[in-house]
């Protein structure tokens, strides 16, 4: 599985940017998607993740409540809704994916996707 994360951007303080992940190659088989983001001189954190058809999703404490993601499986596309956004979250954002069916599981750990995106960089202004 290829993908492209997209959508990243200055923001200020208090707005919204919505991120996208599209896949392609081997989407014919159901994979999860993790989103996780890495700011400069930190190591790269989990964020959010949906499973397969999009009934279970995940997030880190920190943006719980303000992110949200979502999924269209006809096109292939992911995303990160990302509102009240705040100087700390700050960083380059990735998206993951994992060939994965289950409708329980929702993988949150750097190691568990073998697939990753370039990154989009998220910049938010105070």
């Known amino acids: 599985v290829q993908l492209q994360a997209s959508g990243g951007g200055l923001v200020q303080a208090g707005g919204s940017l919505r991120l996208s992940c599209t896949a392609s190659?081997?989407?014919?088989?159901?994979?999860?998607v993790g989103w996780f983001r890495q700011a400069p001189g930190k190591e790269r954190e989990f964020v959010g993740a949906?499973?397969?058809?999009?009934?279970?999703?995940n997030y880190a404490d920190s943006v719980k409540g303000r992110f949200t993601a979502d999924r269209d499986n006809a096109k292939n596309t992911v995303t990160l809704q990302m509102s009240s956004l705040k100087p700390e979250d700050t960083a380059v954002y990735y998206c993951?994916?994992?060939?994965?069916?289950?409708?329980?599981?929702?993988?949150?750990?750097?190691?568990?996707?073998?697939?990753w995106g370039q990154g989009t960089l998220v910049t938010v202004s105070s």
């Open positions: 190659g081997r989407t014919a088989s159901a994979y999860a």
């Open positions: 949906i499973n397969w058809n999009g009934a279970r999703t």
């Open positions: 993951a994916a994992i060939h994965s069916s289950s409708n329980y599981v929702v993988y949150t750990r750097v190691s568990d996707y073998p697939y």
